[in-house]
């Protein structure tokens, strides 16, 4: 899936939001895709909401963003979370605002080296969203997600790697292939397992340590009923490539 407004650095609008969740939901069902890539357009990975669709008469009652969040964004961070295959979002260039809250909602999130994330939410007067809060702080602590969120300072893709806010950085150069070969790459592995490490890990921060090895229990209950795990074993067992077929 590719962001395509490279004209105004993918800024999202209205259009893309219904386009970007529609296309998200398409997936969940189609047994044929097995991993999911999501990048931009040009020379950004996106530049957040469209302030275009912002700028109203001073006189004018302002937009219930609360609301545009509930029925724009919210949905689309949730399907993407909520969706049973990986989701690689290869960040190719700048993702501010929105945008990099989008792409942090994502599974493996991977980005050019000359790339950059910004919380740039601060210099319109709002917080960050599409579980910006959330996500920040899961994965880069309080300190470092309060200094990202009240600043609004960039980071670039590699100290966003160091941080671990992002999986990995690639060069410029690599970036397209490598991003590429990373989805390849999940689009191979069992596809049952994909989605129970996707759910379990999601639901560990809200779980005791108790709870959560209760779940590991059930879900590799559900994982050692498939084809994919006998496969596996034979695989391993045979020194050769197991060929997950499950769906």
């Known amino acids: 899936m590719t962001l395509n407004r490279p004209d105004r650095l993918n800024s999202i609008n209205a ?10 939901q398409a997936v969940a069902d189609d047994t044929d895709v097995r991993a999911v890539l999501i990048t931009g357009a040009g020379r950004a990975f996106s530049a957040g909401q ?17 609301d545009s969040l509930r029925r724009g964004y919210n949905p689309i961070a949730t399907a993407i979370r909520n969706l049973p295959k990986p989701v690689v979002c ?28 910004i919380q740039s939410f601060i210099n319109i007067g709002l917080i960050p969203d599409c579980g910006g809060t959330w996500t920040l702080a899961h ?36 970036f397209g292939q490598a991003s590429l070969e990373l989805a390849l790459a999940l689009s191979q592995k069992p596809a049952r397992a994909l989605s129970a490490i996707k759910t379990a890990i999601t639901k560990a921060p809200e779980n ?15 994982c050692g009923e498939s084809s994919d795990y006998r496969e596996g074993v034979r695989a391993f067992l045979e020194k050769r490539s197991p060929v997950f077929k499950d769906r």
């Open 50 to 66: 469209d302030l275009g669709e912002r700028n109203l008469p001073r006189q004018q009652t302002p937009i219930d963003l609360g």
């Open 208 to 222: 005791t340590f108790e709870e959560q090895l209760a779940l590991e229990a059930e879900y590799q209950k559900y």
């Open 90 to 117: 290869a960040v190719n260039g700048v993702a501010a605002g929105a945008g990099a809250n989008l792409a942090l909602a994502c599974d493996l999130v991977v980005a050019k080296r000359s790339a950059r994330f």
């Open 15 to 24: 259009i893309m939001r219904r386009e970007l969740l529609s296309a998200i």
């Open 139 to 174: 994965k880069v602590g309080q300190a470092r997600a309060t200094g990202l969120a009240m600043t609004g300072e960039a980071i670039h893709a590699e100290q966003a790697a160091d941080w671990g806010l992002i999986w990995r950085c690639y060069s410029d150069e690599s």
